[in-house]
C-alpha cells in the first residue's frame, strides 16, 4: 500500500504553527531577551555567506530565502551593503534561480568590501551603486538598473534612524511591485528600551527612533502593503519581526 502524501499537510500545519508563534508574546519576550543577551558576543556578525561576512540572524537569512524564492523577483534593491555577505547571498539565490540582478546601494562602499563583492563569482549578478540611498541622483541611478516590467523586491538595511528608514520606505516602496515584498530591517530594536539597547555600535538606536516606527508610520501613509503574518509569525530569534511587508495585488 502506498503511503500518504502528507505534503499539503505538512504545509498546512507549518503555517498554523507559525500563526500560533506569533500570538505567543512570551515566546517573543523570551527571543529579544536572548537577542540581548548573545549581543555582547556580536552573533549577528559571526556568519558568513560562500566565504563573505553577512551581517544577519540566521531566521533572517531563512526568512529572505523563502521570499525570494516564492516571488523570484527580477531585481532585488538592497540599501546597506556592508562587507558584502547580503547582497552576495541574495545574488546567488537569483543564479539558482537563473535570473535578476541584486543593486546594492551604499553611501560607502569601502575598498577592501567592494573587492570582496567583485571578486567573488557571484559577482555577476550584483550591481553597486555608491550615494546616499534617498538623493535624487542614486535613485535615478538605481531606476536605470531597473528594467521595464521588472519584478521588484527592496531591503532597507542601511541608516536604522526613524526619519531616514521613512524616507527610504517613501521613495522605495513604490518601486516594489505587486505579489513582491519589502524587507525593513533590524525592527526589533522597536521592541528595546533605550537603557537595553546594544551599545557596541557605531550608533545606538532604541524604541521610537528605530525602523519598525519608521515602517508604522508609512504603513499608516500607504494603503498597498500588507505584513505577512505567517512569515513574520516565525521571525523570532529575528533581527526583523514584522519587517516583512508585500505589496498588495493589484
Known sequence: ?????????????????????????????????????LDPYDYSYLWSWMGAP??????????????????????????????????????????????????????DIRAHNRDTIESHPMSKRVTLIEGGSTSEETLAAVRAETPQGARVMVVLDSDHSRGHVLEECRAYGA??????????????????AEKDSPQNRSK?????????????????????FEVDPVLNGKLVLSSSPGGYVRRKPR
Open 54 to 107: 553577512i551581517i544577519q540572524m540566521p531566521a533572517d537569512i531563512m526568512a529572505t530565502q523563502e521570499v525570494i524564492w516564492d516571488t523570484q523577483p527580477d531585481i532585488i534593491i538592497e540599501t546597506g551593503v556592508a562587507r558584502g555577505g547580503s547582497v552576495l547571498f541574495m545574488a546567488s539565490l537569483l543564479q539558482l534561480i537563473g535570473k535578476g540582478q541584486v543593486i546594492g546601494v551604499d553611501i
Open 175 to 192: 518601486m516594489v511591485t505587486p505579489g513582491c515584498y519589502m524587507v525593513v530591517a533590524d525592527t526589533m530594536i522597536g521592541h528595546v
Open 204 to 224: 545606538s538606536w532604541y524604541a521610537g527612533n528605530e525602523p519598525l516606527s519608521a515602517l508604522s508610520d508609512y504603513m499608516s501613509e500607504v494603503d498597498v
Open 1 to 37: 500500500m502506498p503511503e500518504k502524501d502528507d505534503r499539503e499537510d505538512f504545509e498546512a500545519h507549518k503555517v498554523q504553527q507559525s500563526l500560533a508563534l506569533g500570538n505567543d508574546k512570551d515566546a517573543f519576550e523570551s527571543s529579544i531577551a536572548h537577542m540581548l543577551q
